[in-house]
């Protein structure tokens, strides 16, 4: 797979304050990645690096298989789009704001209103060219701003918490153009959200991010606790985790890895908790099901498992997973 | 009480009876008002545009200047450029003194720290948005500054006003390196203070009149232009 991005050893902070320490991270090209973590995860400053807005502070960073300079950085902003999670519209009508971006690349005044017509259609704004941005709604400002991003046609498209402020029928608008954009026209798109199933349901990759880290993790089932020869203790519940792990101070569970039985199973996993049924939500196709082991652990099974196994609200369940179904970080 | 109805009616007659020396006087003060206002306006917009959008070394120590050269009384910009232009002073070969430049730049020199300094207010308080969506929208770092001028033009339109505002109303500077001489530099500010204790209170009057209707219209201006702007 093309990677879009490659980031190694990447350190950036806001003066003495560390906002993001990543290791490696890859986002493949001609795909939708969904940034996935809490608010103060450090998404939006991932988005400001691979909008070449900020610059690392150590390490390297990879454009389509380019190192990224410096004194290249004009180019390279003209190669992505960027949506702000609040974005600001400058003075002047909807078109104004639209064609900006093009205006700015030199393209001429026919090719650019054409161009920019298309993309305010493309986000369900045709007819609002002439109106001026002061009148605007929140949701309207920003599909402003995303059809602004899309005009000048960026490889890549990033877009910070698309769907927090927009009214549940333009949050499909919205999928539907950013899922257009990446497999009709097999440009990449990238986008923040703090909303795991949002993430998971449009994405075909996600990462998560935590306290400014790349944590390779889903994160769900995220407890705070103590790490102690092999057991994390979260002071409700001690869970396995493998030999290997000497540090960190949370815990998430990949809820598609635990098993949920009616009786203990006599099996390798070396976590088992009676618990009892709290919850149970269907969530883009699948039942998510909430149990109280002491903490609340989600963990997703197919709706036919949640058939078969006869689980209802209120039953007790065991829950078992393996140690290495667990990430400490 | 007599006295002051009588040259309130006289310096109505002269302004509505259009005295050309009246009009002469007013249209020296806006022509050198506006010709240093222009001037500094072309260097301090830029240069306040420019320091208020980077950081560097030395803002706050630029700032503090420019906060200290705003007190800057004009009797003492014109006392130093007297200096520099009188005949024995280093720039005297150019025989400056007593002209409309020397008043021009005497007065260029004052509200260039004004218009700088409210030029770099307009752009630092400005949404903090702007600059990183003109890049995020591949703006070359000209045409950032192209656009911040455009997005911020009302505050710096205030800023230039501001200072038009105070080249047209200060009489130091003017009175120092223009001297006061009739059609030449003899403006609205040097004409009120230097004629009237000559005995011409009807022309101080009237001059006085005319100089309120200028600094209020320029301040009518400004704030509808606020309004418009909020």
């Known amino acids: ?329 | 009480m007599d006295y002051f109805v009588d040259s309130f009616f006289a310096a109505l007659r002269l302004i509505f009876q259009f005295d050309p020396e009246v009009y002469r006087i007013v249209w020296t003060s806006l022509e050198i008002s506006l010709t240093a206002t222009v001037c500094a306006a072309l260097l301090a917009v830029p240069a306040g545009v420019w320091s208020a959008s980077i950081e560097f070394k030395g803002k706050r120590l630029l700032r503090r200047s420019l906060n200290a050269s705003m007190a800057m009384p004009t009797v003492m910009i014109g006392l130093i450029f007297y200096g520099l232009f009188s005949r024995r002073g280093p720039l005297g070969e150019l025989a400056l003194l007593y002209t409309p430049t020397a008043v021009i730049i005497g007065e260029a020199v004052l509200i260039f720290p004004l218009i700088m300094n409210l030029a770099m207010t307009a752009v630092e308080s400005a949404d903090p948005r702007l600059l990183p969506t003109l890049r995020s929208l591949g703006a070359s770092p000209a045409q950032q500054f192209g656009l911040v001028l455009s997005e911020t033009r009302l505050a710096l339109l205030v800023a230039v006003a501001a200072g038009f505002g105070r080249a047209i109303g200060e009489v130091g500077t003017a009175m120092m390196l223009g001297g006061n001489i009739q059609g030449l530099t003899r403006t609205m500010t040097t004409a009120i203070a230097l004629e009237t204790s000559k005995g011409e209170f009807e022309l101080g009057l009237a001059l006085g009149m005319m100089l309120l209707l200028v600094a209020f219209s320029v301040n009518w201006l400004l704030q509808s232009a606020d309004r418009s702007a909020g």
Do not use: C
């Not at chain 1, 390297?60 to 290249?72: A, K, N, S, T």
């Not at chain 1, 493309?122 to 941005?133: N, P, Q, Y």
């Open chain 1, 1 to 329: 797979m093309k990677r879009a991005y490659w980031l190694e050893h990447v350190v950036f902070a806001y003066g003495d304050k560390p906002a993001l320490t990543i290791d490696h991270l890859a986002i493949s090209a001609g795909r939708i990645t969904a940034l996935i973590g809490p608010n103060g995860a450090g998404k939006s400053t991932l988005l400001e690096l691979l909008a070449f807005l900020i610059h690392p502070d150590a390490g390297e960073m990879y454009f389509f298989g380019q190192p990224v300079r410096r004194e290249d950085v004009l180019a390279l902003r003209r190669r992505v789009g960027l949506v702000a999670q609040s974005p600001y519209l400058l003075q002047g009508s909807v078109m104004d704001n639209v064609e900006l971006g093009l205006r700015l690349r030199g393209i001429g005044k026919e090719q650019r209103h054409r161009r920019a017509m298309d993309a305010m259609e493309r986000v369900g704004l045709a007819g609002f060219e002439k109106r001026s941005v002061r009148a605007l709604s929140g949701g309207e400002k920003q599909r402003v701003a995303l059809a602004r991003a899309l005009a000048p046609a960026p490889e890549v498209l990033l877009f910070d918490e698309p769907f927090t402020y927009l009214d549940q029928s333009n949050v499909r608008l919205v999928e539907q153009v950013l899922s257009n954009y990446a497999r009709q026209s097999g440009n990449t798109v990238v986008f923040s959200t703090h909303e795991q199933v949002q993430g998971i349901a449009l994405a075909d990759e996600s990462i998560s991010l935590f306290a400014g880290r790349s944590v390779g993790a889903p994160l769900v089932n995220l407890f705070r606790g103590a790490l102690r020869n092999g057991v994390f203790d979260t002071g409700k519940l001690a869970i396995q985790v493998p030999r290997a792990l000497d540090q960190g101070s949370h815990l998430s569970v990949d809820p598609e890895e635990i098993v949920l039985s009616p009786e203990p199973l006599n099996s390798s996993l070396r976590n088992s908790f009676r618990g009892r049924i709290i919850m149970i939500a269907e969530e883009a196709g699948r039942a998510r099901i909430t149990i109280d082991i002491g903490e609340k652990l989600n963990a997703r099974i197919t709706l036919e498992s949640l058939q078969s196994l006869g689980l209802e609200l209120g039953k007790e369940v065991w829950v078992s997973f393996k140690a290495t179904a667990v990430k400490v970080f």
